[in-house]
């Protein structure tokens, strides 16, 4: 079973940048895709931020497209997500995920495991 550790979140003023991990481990056989989530508000649900494949595509959500930047070093079994001129907005627990392509392309990712999550939080 996959295992995934976030860290690198905090707190930053309006404009300013993290770099969020996701440490891998485990049985990674079947997993071929990963993504960062984000859960804005307790009891609402988790949105997709970004995405990466095994075939090394990437997707972006709109709200973050120009800011934010998914990226995996497979040597490191490390996902990281830059984030850069962060907004009041983008205040949020942030996930990261694991799963297996699916779609006709195969750039979904239906995710089946889960980071404990770490939180940002932005100031105005």
């Known amino acids: 079973q996959v295992h995934l550790v976030e860290s690198g979140g905090g707190s930053v003023q309006s404009g300013g940048s993290l770099r969020l991990s996701c440490a891998t481990s485990?049985?990674?056989?079947?997993?071929?895709?990963m993504g960062w989530l984000r859960r804005q508000a307790p009891g609402k649900g988790r949105d997709g931020v970004a995405?990466?494949?095994?075939?090394?595509?990437?997707t972006v959500a709109d709200s973050v497209k120009g800011r934010f930047t998914i990226s995996q070093v497979n040597a490191k079994n490390t996902l990281y997500l830059q984030m850069n001129n962060l907004k009041p907005e983008d205040t949020a627990m942030y996930y990261c995920?694991?799963?297996?392509?699916?779609?006709?392309?195969?750039?979904?990712?239906?995710?089946?495991?889960w980071g404990q999550g770490t939180q940002v939080t932005v100031s105005s």
């Open positions: 995405s990466i494949n095994s075939g090394g595509r990437t």
């Open positions: 485990g049985y990674t056989y079947g997993t071929n895709c």
């Open positions: 995920a694991a799963g297996i392509r699916y779609g006709s392309t195969g750039d979904d990712c239906a995710y089946n495991t």
